[in-house]
T-cell receptor, first 108, second 112 residues
Framework: EDQVTQSPEALRLQEGESSSLNCSYTVSGLRGLFWYRQDPGKGPEFLFTLYSAGEEKEKERLKATLTKKESFLHITAPKPEDSATYLC?????????FGTGTSLTVIP | EADIYQTPRYLVIGTGKKITLECSQT?????MYWYQQDPGMELHLIHY???????EKGDLSSESTVSRIRTEHFPLTLESARPSHTSQYLC???????????FGPGTRLTVT
């Protein structure tokens, strides 16, 4: 069964305290692994696409990596404005499978 | 930057009413999707479309319908709203050359 699992469900960090979010996936024929940021009451905002194991992408304080079974979103020296829910999705064919997200709170 | 719009943003409606949630995109994307999202839960696919006059059912399609008469427009209709339909509804699109989905701001529906 195709599925995506994210951990932890919630994460509280002090400002400047780096950490990683995990996304484990089991899908047949992975076409892409996606990370999104979602603020309360809004639609998900696209962050990264990863296509193959070993690939890495960076944007400001965020870096996404991919292995054959999981993806990590590394947050370096987070700021309060990084507080949001981070969603992971895996694409198989034309279908997208989403995790339940990690709710990140960065405390000043 | 993606230009995808949803209206209304918020809707409170009584049980049994027929409602249509609107979704439009100005990017000429072929593929469009409707998802339902509840707090702390994953996005559930309701319907999707690969182009004009092409629609497919997702996991939660049984109580709703969609149409795709124009590329830019993908409305979702609930024939008879029920309290169990209370949720956030998200529309997304993907361009022919891309794979990433771009989402609209969502419609928060409350059925009383």
């Amino acid at each position: 069964e195709d599925q995506v699992t994210q951990s932890p469900e919630a994460l509280r960090l002090q400002e400047g305290e780096s950490s990683s979010l995990n996304c484990s996936y089991t899908v047949s024929g992975l076409r892409g692994l996606f990370w999104y940021r979602q603020d309360p009451g809004k639609g998900p905002e696209f962050l990264f696409t990863l296509y193959s194991a070993g690939e890495e992408k960076e944007k400001e304080r965020l870096k996404a990596t991919l292995t054959k079974k999981e993806s990590f979103l590394h947050i370096t020296a987070p700021k309060p404005e990084d507080s949001a829910t981070y969603l992971c999705a895996a694409q198989s064919g034309n279908q997208f499978y989403f995790g339940t997200g990690t709710s990140l709170t960065v405390i000043p | 930057e993606a230009d995808i719009y949803q209206t209304p943003r918020y809707l409170v409606i009584g049980t049994g009413k027929k409602i249509t949630l609107e979704c439009s995109q100005t990017m000429g994307h072929d593929k469009m999707y409707w998802y339902q999202q509840d707090p702390g839960m994953e996005l559930h696919l309701i319907h999707y479309s690969y182009g004009v006059n092409s629609t497919e059912k997702g996991d939660l399609s049984s109580e709703s319908t969609v149409s795709r008469i124009r590329t830019e427009h993908f409305p979702l209709t609930l024939e008879s709203a029920r309290p169990s339909h209370t949720s956030q509804y998200l529309c997304a699109s993907v361009g022919a050359a891309g794979v990433e989905q771009y989402f609209g701001p969502g419609t928060r529906l409350t059925v009383t």
